[in-house]
């Protein structure tokens, strides 16, 4: 504690020398750090690269292709986020979406348009239940989403019978998959209109400061009058809900309920949050950062499909840049307090906020 | 103090040291062409404000940072530290503020970390650690702190305790560095750290013993050097040293007194809780005073209030608010209703680091600047902005992460924050614990201004000084029960003291063990294989 007047030179040395950047650039910069400025770099590189190497890549249709294809991940991603902020984390998401591309087709068929309610509805339950176990139990949300995880992908088997839903679907379902908005998709518009109302959510709501608190400092949190329990069912709640667009998105897009459909989506979800800079021991992170990283591996997933990449090779390239990223991500972070590692191992900074004395 | 011993020391060659040492960090210039030498036998004080650059001296000489000029010397030779274990295997170990322990081991564990005895290559030899780890607790003075106990069951004080048996520990040890190691210890806790320290000079050790408290400095200390805005500005012999000199080479001011008395109207009890029997006072604040809460760590006084505001669950007592009874089932309960609470542990269970100023002020009156949820685009900062300014908050803005903020200006937030709830009774716990003495002061004016604002305050503290010079009547805990109550002018350092030992005076303040002791109930009862078990 002692000399905290002094102990911030690495806000000086992370942002070193400013000189000769504008203003608005030189104030982001210091108060985010140089990942503000990173990510879009990376981008700017990985395009460059892809248009020289190929003259498809900055085609509109291919433009309309990636967007279409980052629609899905963004969503579960900024839904990520919400769980990430709390040092949570949804792995159930994946299933979530299988899970609900077979309960949207059946009430799609069944309802009508009406029906593509069961969605974001059949999210929003995993999602409650999620965040009600977390939080009522204390049990961490990696094993809890992994039991809900198998639950979900269960359910979404016992009810076809592990046979795809089929149907004759009205427009309004299969519009969302391949329909457009001007030369947008709409999955796209979808996912655009998402990123930016969770950007507003965390930012002019009491939501925002509440979930910064909570994932930064438990103990504190609840000392200071704030509702945890309320705030962790809250963010699964928008993560399962989120879950459940995607998976409607996803159904509508390849015209049919697919019970196995998503496997594994939730991880490529989580690395998007957290390459886009999201802690997650929780407490750091802006949706901005989420929607760069979500650009960062779809340009490059993307990029890689163009150029003939095989498809083993792209796996372990992207793998290879999730891991440069978080590196990265956590050297920039580390010397921000003279002993960072003795933070949270210090006795009395538990997470569970046993009280000493 | 102790002239007897500077025989040992006198001619003795410096055992290490720091000569002319310079350190920036991104243009402040944390550390001014500061000399320290640390001699054989001697008990070197180096105290100041936080911020001082005491803490980045100390970082020298452990090898987390290296000078930008000037040398470090250890053993009469000139080294280079390139981190923390080469000067452990120089012989200089230090206690950092940040405790190193790893809770879920054992104290045999944690001591021998990295120095395990062995059997064979690679082979434990566990009861010969544990044998070993034993003596040398024995040795230091603190037999009731038992090998084979989890360092996550032991009190902080007691961890402390550990940390500093565990750099002691080190072969070829020569050079001891204690960064404020009784910032959370008890007075008696206190007397056993001396007795430790008294013991390591007599065999010849030098102890570099960094503090802001000038009690210890006379009781322990042989030389000093105070610090200032990175510069030595005082060094000499405690024993010339007059403390008044002292203190105003500290913070460059003269500070009159510590202490300031309010002579605000006293109004009705805003807040009582009750005694769990018959025989146990009820604690009464009224609007307008501060009531002081003594006792010694494992008192149980922070368990009490933590119950009673809801952070806890109910131990039984009853809170009665104007008058009327309340069950608070959680914090936000209480906040809600007129209470609010600063805790004990500031980093820990008080400020967010990662948010700004502003967002750790309005924490608890988020529906105060927001509708339906939605957060007014300037109400947060302009309410942060008034706190900062009527507080004296030293922030360049409200956008500033808390973390950078000294430990007093972090007070100063966590107060800001009780008070933007409006509360009727206002529950400080340690409030001026690891706060510099100049922030202090401010910390006490901003307890009488609540008071001038007809709140209530119920102060709970561990510093005698603190407890008598501030508050109207003083409630003494100890093995979680109230167990007296004195009105400020019958309420000396004697009395206070005698009710929180439980000490029958004479007689039974030998007989009476360390409040240690009584922190940990199973202590004493003999329990059968207990520690078997457990190593």
């Known amino acids: 504690m002692a000399d905290s007047a002094i102990s911030s030179p690495a806000q000086g040395s992370r942002t070193g020398s400013l000189k000769g950047l504008p203003g608005t650039l030189r104030r982001a910069i210091r108060q985010q750090g140089w990942g503000i400025v990173g990510l879009p770099l990376v981008i700017l590189a990985m395009v460059v690269y892809f248009a020289s190497r190929s003259d498809v890549f900055l085609t509109v249709t291919n433009s309309q292709n990636l967007a279409r294809t980052l629609s899905a991940v963004a969503l579960l991603a900024v839904g990520q986020a919400f769980v990430i902020l709390l040092g949570e984390i949804d792995i159930s998401q994946g299933a979530v979406v299988g899970l609900v591309t077979v309960t949207t087709a059946l009430a799609v068929e069944q309802f009508g348009a009406v029906g593509l309610l069961a969605a974001p509805l059949t999210g929003a339950a995993v999602g409650l239940v999620n965040g009600t176990i977390v939080a009522t139990f204390f049990v961490h949300s990696v094993i809890v989403t992994i039991g809900t995880l198998t639950v979900v992908r269960g359910l979404a088997f016992v009810i076809t019978g592990g046979q795809p839903v089929t149907g004759n679907f009205p427009r309004a379902f299969t519009w969302l998959g391949d329909g457009s908005i001007g030369p947008f998709p709409a999955p796209f518009v979808l996912a655009v209109i998402v990123i930016v109302g969770a950007a507003l959510v965390l930012r002019y709501t009491t939501l925002g400061p509440k979930l910064y608190a909570t994932g930064g400092n438990e103990e504190a949190a609840r000392l200071a009058g704030l509702n945890i329990k309320q705030i962790k069912i809250v963010a699964f709640l928008i993560s399962g809900t989120l879950a459940g667009l995607a998976g409607m998105i996803l159904a509508a897009r390849i015209n049919s309920g697919q019970p196995n459909l998503g496997t594994g989506l939730e991880l490529q979800a989580i690395a998007a949050a957290v390459v886009g800079g999201m802690a997650l021991s929780g407490g750091r992170g802006t949706i901005a950062g989420v929607a760069l990283g979500i650009l960062v591996l779809t340009i490059l997933q993307n990029g890689l499909d163009i150029t003939n990449v095989s498809s083993y090779w792209q796996q372990v390239i992207s793998g290879v840049v999730i891991l440069i990223a978080v590196v990265i991500d956590r050297l920039r972070d580390r010397p921000r307090r003279g002993r960072a590692p003795a933070e949270p191992a210090g006795p009395a900074s538990g997470a569970t906020g046993a009280a000493p004395s | ?535």
Not at chain 2, 479 to 494: C, P
């Open chain 2, 1 to 535: 103090m102790s002239a007897t011993d500077n025989a040992v020391r006198a001619g003795g060659q410096a055992l290490a040291g720091v000569y002319g040492v310079e350190k920036r960090f991104a243009g402040v210039h944390a550390v001014k062409d500061v000399t320290i030498e640390l001699r054989p036998g001697e008990v070197h004080c180096l105290i100041g404000e936080n911020g001082a650059g005491k803490s980045t001296v100390v970082k020298m000489l452990a090898g987390v940072h290296r000078p930008d000029a000037g040398h470090v010397r250890v053993g009469g030779t000139e080294v280079k530290l390139r981190n923390p274990h080469d000067a452990l295997s120089r012989g200089v170990s230090t206690v950092f503020q940040e405790l190193t322990l790893v809770p879920e081991m054992t104290v045999a564990e944690n001591v021998a970390l990295g120095q395990e005895p062995l059997r064979g290559p690679g082979i434990l030899n566990r009861a010969r650690r544990r044998q070993w780890t034993r003596e040398l607790l024995a040795e230091l003075g603190v037999e009731e702190i038992r090998a084979g106990d989890k360092v996550k069951d032991l009190g902080i004080a007691q961890q402390q305790l550990v940390e500093i048996a565990k750099a002691v520990s080190r072969e070829g040890e020569r050079v001891v560095i204690m960064d404020e190691p009784t910032a959370t210890l008890t007075t008696t806790e206190t007397e056993t750290l001396f007795a430790l320290i008294r013991r390591l000079r007599a065999r010849g050790l030098a102890t570099l013993y960094i503090t802001h408290r000038l009690e210890e400095l006379e009781a322990i200390g042989d030389v000093v050097t105070v610090m200032r805005d990175g510069a030595v500005v005082f060094d000499g012999r405690v024993a010339d040293s007059d403390r008044h000199r002292l203190i105003e080479a500290m913070v460059g001011r003269r500070i009159d007194d510590l202490f300031l008395r309010r002579d605000n109207p006293v109004g009705e009890t805003v807040m009582e809780i009750s005694g769990r029997r018959e025989d146990e006072p009820a604690i009464v604040v009224r609007r307008g005073e501060v009531v002081g809460l003594f006792g010694l760590i494992g008192a149980g006084r922070s368990e009490m209030v933590r119950s009673v505001y809801g952070a806890d669950p109910p131990d039984g007592r009853t809170l009665h608010l104007d008058g009327r009874p309340r069950r608070f089932r959680s914090p936000r309960a209480a906040i809600r209703e007129g209470v609010a609470v600063v805790p004990e542990d500031r980093k820990g269970q008080g400020i967010v680091p990662l948010l700004p100023v502003a967002t750790n002020i309005g924490l608890s009156a988020l529906p105060a600047v927001s509708k339906a949820g939605v957060l007014s685009s300037r109400a947060l900062p302009r309410l942060a902005s008034e706190y900062v300014e009527s507080l004296s908050i030293k922030t360049p803005s409200v956008r500033q992460h808390i973390a950078n903020l000294s430990g007093g200006n972090q007070q100063k937030c966590l107060i800001a924050r009780a008070l933007a709830a409006d509360p009727h009774a206002v529950v400080l716990d340690e409030p001026t614990r690891g706060v510099d003495v100049g922030a202090r002061v401010e910390v006490y004016r901003l307890i009488n201004r609540l008071c001038a604002e007809g709140r209530g305050v119920l102060m709970i503290t561990s510093d005698l000084p603190e407890a008598i010079g501030m508050s109207d009547r003083i409630y003494v805990m100890r093995s979680g029960s109230v167990v007296g109550e004195l009105g400020a002018r019958e309420a000396s350092q004697d009395a206070v003291m005698r009710l929180a030992l439980g000490a029958e005076p004479p007689t039974a303040a030998a007989a009476e063990p360390p409040d240690r002791a009584r922190a940990r109930p199973d202590v004493g009862v003999p329990q059968p294989g207990g520690e078997a078990d457990r190593a």
